[in-house]
């Protein structure tokens, strides 16, 4: 059975060769797509495994409905979809994408899902998800699919600084990691309180506004009380002024009546003297003369007898 994974292979892939699938831990499209880590490949792998063992080892019961493993696997379902999301080269779904989770999952080792070992503790107890990764590290030794050399030890070395470097700086990182995050977070906020402040104030603003916009109606009535009014009195001075002028006038025709009347009586009067002086002759005007003296005397001889 050829193996991959050996020298023989390493030296083709350095000559140029196209190395064998196994030694192929990057797609083609590397650079033209993003980069996935080492955690990554793994967790994308075991769920891989995991699939494959639910699918193999769940059988449903009578009367019950048939799901996909992805959706009755429970809380893996979840973490699934988010690991094999990357890999996946199908058009997006228009069904809506359920957000990130803050924290990670449970991981026993530093790698291993703990969904995992609550997947094989039914089925194979404690020890199975053990006896699973030993038997099958077993196998791929005693098979020679993996062959221990040179790049066994450079991965052991990596791994080790890589698990020292976690051990050790990972809480100083996180914590730093985490403030950056915090103060991102923190101007966010900022420019949300910011924005949020502006719109509060721009609502009681429009509210004033309309406030405003609903006395303005009451402005308007009054406005139209006050022409009304103006109107009314204007049309009263006018009238008044018409009786007044009609008054007048009307006043003007009596006078004119009355002194018509008065110039009449004042020409009669002076025809009527004038004819009665002009009929008394001379003689008449001696005797009347005589007759107002003889009265005279009469009347006052009558009063002195009276005072007698």
């Known amino acids: 059975m050829p193996h991959t994974g050996g020298p023989q292979d390493y030296r083709q892939t350095q000559t140029g060769q196209t190395a064998p699938h196994s030694l192929q831990c990057r797609p083609a499209n590397w650079d033209k797509t993003h980069h996935l880590d080492r955690e990554q490949c793994c967790v994308s792998t075991l769920s891989v495994i995991l699939v494959a063992l639910q699918k193999g080892t769940e059988r449903p019961k009578q009367g019950a409905r048939r799901t ?3 959706k009755s696997s429970g809380p ?3 973490g699934l979809v988010q690991a094999s999301r990357s890999l996946q080269t199908s058009s997006q779904s228009l069904a809506p994408v359920p957000p990130l989770p803050e924290h990670g999952g449970k991981v026993r080792h530093g790698l291993i899902p703990e969904e995992l070992f609550q ?9 199975g998800p053990y006896m699973l990764g030993t038997g099958l590290l077993v196998y791929l ?15 052991i070395s990596i791994g080790s600084v890589i698990v020292y470097g976690v051990k050790n700086f990972g809480p100083s990182v996180a914590a730093f990691a985490d403030k950056l995050n915090e103060d991102k977070v923190a101007k966010a906020q900022e420019v949300k309180d ?10 009681e603003d429009e509210k004033k506004e309309q406030w405003r916009a609903e006395g303005r109606a009451m402005l308007f009535d009054a406005k139209r009380n006050n022409v009304a009014m103006l109107l009314e009195t204007n049309y009263r001075e006018r009238l008044h002024m018409v009786t007044n002028e009609v008054k007048r006038r009307l006043d003007y025709q009596i006078a004119l009546q009355h002194l018509n009347r008065r110039m009449q009586q004042e020409h009669m009067i002076n025809w009527v003297e004038k004819n009665v002086i002009s009929s ?17 005397k ?7 007898a009276k005072a007698a």
């Open 68 to 70: 996909g493993s992805l």
């Open 76 to 78: 893996i379902g979840a």
């Open 119 to 127: 997947l094989l503790y039914p089925k194979t107890g404690v020890t």
């Open 141 to 155: 030794l005693s098979k020679e699919i993996y062959i221990l050399n040179h790049e066994t030890i450079a991965a």
């Open 194 to 203: 910011v924005a949020m402040s502006s719109l509060t104030q721009a609502i």
């Open 280 to 296: 008394i002759t001379p003689q008449q005007e001696k005797e009347s003369i005589a007759k107002c003296i003889a009265d005279l």
């Open 298 to 304: 009469v009347l006052a001889k009558t009063t002195q």
